[in-house]
């Protein structure tokens, strides 16, 4: 068997436990103010720092570092129109009984409908695709493993990146999805996760109520000492 190399670590800096604590509860209190928005601004995001974010996401781990994400940015008029069309589309359909009466009680609290004027608002639309194949480098036809929960984690950190550069977001999953695999022009090995909406909050951006509970510490986590 073929003997992997390996290189040193970097990255680590040795805090003490009270300069980690302090780390951890900002990282905390920023992530505490992030909130899934519908009321978008219109005023421009530049390219750079939507790069950035991307660029922050794609750290992410991976099953065997095949990465099996691509990450398309839109900004273009005619391609966010063209999603709202067909993205509205599903959702009429997902209203008017694909959806289990169930799940639209659960979205009641939200305000959701068939409506999604922020697709053509908001500045930049980032469609998340999942990659069934691929491979650590570009052009590789290997099977790519843990897709989901690598693209997952990749997603939230993209989601983290854009709310620590002060910008809104909104998780869009319209089922199913695969227009904007036509739309965006990716292969079939690729499956679309998720249409990520990005730009400034509104300035009159309200938030449900609904959306504010959130579980407990002692609801989410157990130790074991």
Not at 125 to 137: N, S, Y
């Amino acid at each position: 068997m073929k003997q992997p190399n390996f290189t040193p670590l970097t990255g680590y800096p040795e805090y003490s436990e009270d300069e980690m604590l302090i780390r951890a509860q900002g990282v905390l209190d920023v992530l505490k103010t992030r909130r899934t928005i519908r009321d978008f601004s219109d005023k421009p995001v530049p390219r750079a720092l939507i790069e950035t974010c991307i660029a922050a996401a794609g750290t992410a781990p991976s099953g065997a570092n095949h990465q099996p994400w691509h990450f398309v940015a839109i900004s273009n008029p005619d391609m966010k129109r063209e999603i709202r069309i067909a993205a509205e589309a599903e959702e009429a359909a997902f209203y008017a009984g694909k959806a289990s009466q169930e799940w639209l009680d659960a979205l009641e609290p939200l305000g959701t409908d068939t409506q999604k004027p922020f697709l053509e608002t908001a500045p930049w639309l980032i469609a998340v695709f999942a990659q069934k194949r691929g491979g650590e480098r570009v052009g590789q036809d290997k099977k790519n493993y843990y897709v989901t929960e690598s693209v997952g984690i990749a997603t939230g950190m993209l989601i983290t990146a854009l709310h620590a550069a002060g910008l809104g977001t909104l998780t869009h999953t319209p089922a199913p999805m695969n227009f904007l695999r036509d739309i965006c022009g990716r292969p079939k090995n690729e499956k679309p996760f998720v249409l990520m909406v990005v730009g400034y909050p509104a300035k009159d951006a309200k938030v449900p109520k609904h959306a504010l509970i959130k579980k407990s510490l002692g609801d989410i986590s157990t130790f074991e000492e």
